[in-house]
């Protein structure tokens, strides 16, 4: 069994940045791809990002293209979500995940989430 633990969310004004981490665990890391999903209040959980197993290639959401970006670092079976140019619509919890075999963007395409962390962005 795999376990992600997210941690970086709070409180930021609207403008500004913060890095979300996920540590999963286990030594199979870099065999998997991994996402970031979110959601707001009374919404949907919705795809934020993902990003290959080798971090070759990443895919995003229309809605954080050219604000937010994914990356990793295999040798810490860590995953990052940077969040640059934060909107109030951007305030949800925001969720790791590890994607199955294929790729694609859908919850469905996920078979491990974490916990979630909190990000606010105030106006």
């Known amino acids: 069994q795999v376990q992600l633990v997210e941690s970086g969310g709070g409180l930021v004004q609207a403008g500004g940045s913060l890095r979300l981490s996920c540590v999963a665990s286990?030594?199979?890391?870099?065999?998997?791809?991994m996402g970031w999903f979110r959601q707001a209040p009374g919404k949907e959980r919705e795809f934020v990002a993902a990003?290959?197993?080798?971090?070759?290639?990443?895919d995003y959401a229309d809605s954080v293209k050219g604000r937010f970006t994914i990356s990793r670092d295999n040798a810490k079976n860590t995953v990052y979500l940077q969040m640059n140019s934060l909107k109030p619509e951007d305030t949800a919890v925001y969720y790791c995940a590890r994607r199955t075999g294929v790729a694609g963007n859908y919850e469905y395409d996920y078979d491990y989430w974490g916990q979630g962390t909190r990000v606010t962005v105030s106006s």
């Open positions: 990003i290959t197993r080798s971090g070759d290639r990443r």
């Open positions: 286990g030594r199979a890391f870099s065999y998997y791809g």
